[in-house]
């Protein structure tokens, strides 16, 4: 994940390209949830050729693995669930994250590793944001498409692994 974060200039100016993108990440997102409801994530944003998320996940995903996530995503798509962005206070976002609920499909049993320290990381008196796309919520500060039945048709491509931070 790169520690360059786009300024809120910068994310009003993202193209609608971008925009599908990102937001094609979060429906990612929930579909490996569906698949693996323990995976944690840390970002995804839009790149220069589609979107991506970094992912943390006992299983190894591979391109066997395509067809199912796409299943996934597509009811995702089909159920055009509006992104709704909600602001929250620094504390509120901490809580979630330890809470598990960032970056999941709901509370989960162990905290969101990766978003308690990407909250952290965010300086004091910077706005925080989520967005909610049906069960999903993610710290994010966008922008997306209204809903997500406006992503239409993917195609996932490849995988690729890493380690968050360059650790």
């Known amino acids: 994940m790169s520690d360059e974060r786009k300024t809120p200039e ?20 929930t579909a490996i949830l569906k698949i693996w409801p323990d995976a944690q994530f840390a970002a995804g944003p839009p790149v ?23 299943a996934e995503m597509k009811k995702e798509v089909k159920a055009n669930h509006t992104f709704e962005r909600v602001a929250v ?12 609920v960032l970056g999941a499909l709901g509370e989960r049993p162990h905290p969101s590793k990766f978003k308690l320290d990407i909250i952290q990381n965010i300086p004091e008196g910077e706005e925080i944001s989520l967005y909610r796309n049906g069960e999903f ?31």
């Open 10 to 29: 910068q994310r009003a100016q993202m193209t609608d390209i971008e925009r599908l993108r990102h937001s094609a990440a979060h429906v990612l997102a």
């Open 137 to 167: 919520t993610d710290l994010c500060a966008g922008p997306h498409v209204m809903r997500t039945g406006n992503i239409g048709a993917f195609k996932l491509t490849n995988v690729a692994s890493a380690y968050y931070k360059g650790d």
């Open 89 to 100: 206070s620094r504390d509120e976002a901490l809580s979630m994250a330890q809470r598990g």
């Open 48 to 70: 220069e050729n589609g979107f991506y998320y970094d992912v943390e996940l006992d299983h190894r995903i591979s391109p066997e693995d395509f067809e199912k996530i796409e």
